[in-house]
């Protein structure tokens, strides 16, 4: 399957269907940006790792994806983890191997990200 068709067929699924239901769960890790356009808050579900006052995930489609596209307009977040929200700045980090981050991050979501993913994008949030 081409790239292009793959990556619209997954971001569909992923706003129409897993997005919706998945930030229904209190302890469903959130990223929330800034939107770029309309300034109001986006949520997205993700996965990730706390590594002491940092936060890492690996995003599937790099700067394609919405919330990267926020992170570079205004990289100040907020991130939910365990049912907390903290609040941090984003960094993104195209020279860290993607591949290898994944690794060391949640399976469940790092397999996601590696069967679905076309341009991996390391990405790490230092909380406040």
């Known amino acids: 399957m081409p790239t292009d068709r793959r990556n619209r067929i997954t971001l569909t699924l992923q706003r129409r269907v897993g997005n919706p239901i998945t930030k229904l769960s209190p302890f469903q890790t959130l990223l929330e940006t800034t939107g770029r356009k309309?300034?109001?808050?986006?949520?997205?579900?993700?996965?990730?790792?706390?590594?002491?006052?940092?936060?890492?995930?690996?995003?599937?489609?790099?700067?394609g994806s919405q919330y990267i596209?926020?992170?570079q307009a205004d990289p100040t977040v907020r991130v939910r983890l365990r049912g907390k929200w903290h609040t941090g700045t984003a960094h993104l980090l195209p020279d860290d191997d993607a591949a290898?981050?994944?690794?060391?991050?949640?399976?469940?979501?790092?397999?996601?990200?590696?069967?679905?993913?076309t341009n991996l994008l390391t990405v790490r949030i230092d909380l406040d």
Do not use: C, D, H, Y
């Open 38 to 63: 309309s300034g109001q808050p986006r949520r997205t579900a993700l996965g990730g790792r706390r590594v002491g006052n940092e936060f890492w995930l690996v995003s599937e489609f790099g700067t």
């Open 69 to 71: 596209k926020n992170i």
């Open 100 to 117: 290898a981050r994944l690794k060391a991050l949640p399976t469940v979501n790092s397999f996601g990200v590696k069967t679905f993913g």
